[in-house]
């Protein structure tokens, strides 16, 4: 086992990796900018180093300071939580070439994944059911506009580099593929260096479900079920929920089945989430993340593993400790992204914290960097806090995170509590007929039943 971490991250997620060292009693080295030199990851971490000025390309995305970091402090691994250079196969490479262990898949497994368009051809022949469209980058107009004839509109460019909704366009009709062909053309070049698309049937309400997966380096793959993440805004995930309200027992099994063959098949190693759009009964693969993500503790609260440390372990090399026969999902969890923003427009809201105090009770976890005095700077991203909340049923659970977020009071920065609170009363949450459109369409009777709190 690893004798010391480092972690090249910062907020709830660095907290979260040191405690599950603390855990395995690793050792852990913090690094951190300027901006974030009393933030909570480095009060706690056993060590810390200062890698740079608050703009994260000077920081967090700086994978010399980084590696200077790591061997300073004589860390043996990197864990790079999500976002940042997480899911950069060069610094993972990078990372490995510098003797240390990478705390995640390998590098080949990373890259594979990152281009969309590989993704989707290893999926299919991996046996994994893919929306319809193009295999391949569509290079001129003319091949973009058989392709959509033949799957009928509408139909969406998706860009090859992109993921995560970025650099898409939706193409109604016909005379609109052209122009959109381009624009998606022009604007995956200057996004992400690589002007390759490729295109799909449009689904029009989807969910957006995703199975959890983590796997060992002597070929044991886990699956640890679903999550349904469909309630997103702008491609930003808000609420998370597990199990999906939308499936049965027999259609999770049979998705599950799939994804574990798939996952053997591919040799890969580590955590992983393999993302599906659901719509009329069927599962269409999209992407995978190859990291641990923001919303794995409600995998956790309802299979009652420890995803960090697992994923330590497994990249130290022991093999899981759990088998799937040993897998049961157990109840059901909620997890609300407390943002710093405004809940009526979704504005960032930097600031200082002046009062904060968190919920408790039956079923409660709050996992935040937060404190009286933690200042939220605009340098980053707003994830403040995250809400999880653990009920035996659905309906115990909903009822439990009214409560929880009735007793949340974070001031001096706007968050996004009001907001989870009209949500988690609407008829159709409470229904759990939703799709990824929901909040979309709903933004009014829902910004409406924020005024009242
Ligand atoms: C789609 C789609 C409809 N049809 N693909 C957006 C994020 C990226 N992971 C894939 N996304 C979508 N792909 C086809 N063929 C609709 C979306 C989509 C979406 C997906 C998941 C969660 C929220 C979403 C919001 C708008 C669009």
């Known amino acids: 086992m690893f004798k010391k971490i480092l972690i090249a991250n910062r907020g709830e997620v660095a907290l979260r ?11 852990t080295v913090a690094v951190h900018s300027t901006a974030d030199a009393e933030a909570m990851h480095v009060r706690l971490a056993d060590e810390s180093v200062c890698i740079g000025p608050a703009p994260a390309a000077k920081s967090y995305l700086n994978a010399q300071e980084i590696l200077s970091a790591a061997t300073i402090t004589g860390a043996d691994a990197v864990h790079p939580g999500f ?3 997480s899911e950069n196969a060069n610094f993972a490479q990078m990372v490995e070439e510098h003797g240390f262990r990478f705390i995640g898949p390998s590098p080949q497994h990373i890259a594979m994944m990152g281009d969309k368009i590989t993704a989707k051809k290893t999926a299919v022949s991996l046996g994994l059911p893919i929306v319809p469209g193009s295999e391949e980058g569509v290079r001129d107009v003319e091949t973009a506009h058989s392709i959509a004839q033949s799957i009928g509109y509408p139909v969406l460019i998706k860009a090859s580099g992109g993921g995560g909704g970025r650099g898409m366009q939706v193409v109604p009709d016909m005379s609109l593929l052209e122009e959109n062909y381009h624009a998606a053309r022009t604007e995956a070049q200057m996004a992400f260096g690589n002007p390759e698309v490729y295109i799909e049937k449009y689904l029009d309400f989807p969910r957006h479900i995703e199975v959890q ?31 999906s309200p939308a499936i049965d027992e027999t259609t999770r099994a049979a998705l599950c089945d799939q994804v574990r063959t798939a996952i053997q098949k591919l040799g890969y190693q580590g955590l992983g989430t393999l993302e599906f759009l659901y719509q009329d009964d069927q599962f269409y693969f999209i992407e995978m993340n190859t990291r641990l993500q923001v919303e794995h503790p409600i995998t956790e609260m309802v299979t009652g593993i420890d995803l960090v440390c697992a994923q330590i372990r497994v990249a130290a090399g022991e093999a899981l400790s759990f088998t799937q026969d040993s897998i049961r999902l157990r109840g059901h969890a909620i997890e609300c992204r407390i943002n710093a923003e405004s809940p009526l427009d979704f504005l960032p809201s930097p600031g200082t914290i002046t009062i904060y105090h968190a919920p ?6 709050v996992d935040s960097a937060l404190y009286p005095g933690a200042i939220i700077s605009p340098h980053y991203d707003s994830l403040a806090a995250k809400l ?15 409560r929880a977020l009735s007793e949340y009071v974070i001031d001096g920065i706007q968050t996004l509590i009001p907001f989870h609170r009209a949500l988690v ?3 159709k949450i409470i229904a759990g007929t939703y799709h990824v459109k929901f909040l979309e369409q709903h933004a009014d009777d829902l910004r409406h039943k924020e005024m009242g709190f």
């Open 360 to 365: 408790g009770g039956p079923g409660i976890r």
């Open 388 to 402: 999880i909340v653990y009920g035996h049923t659905r309906a115990e659970c909903l009822a439990r995170l009214d």
């Open 17 to 27: 990796i040191l405690r599950a060292c603390r855990d395995l009693g690793i050792q």
């Open 83 to 85: 976002g940042f250079l």
């Open 213 to 243: 997966i983590i796997a060992d380096s002597s070929g044991n793959v886990i699956t640890l079920g679903e999550r349904d993440c469909s309630l997103q805004r702008r491609h930003q995930k808000i609420w998370e929920e597990a199990p």
């Open 425 to 427: 009363r609407h008829p």
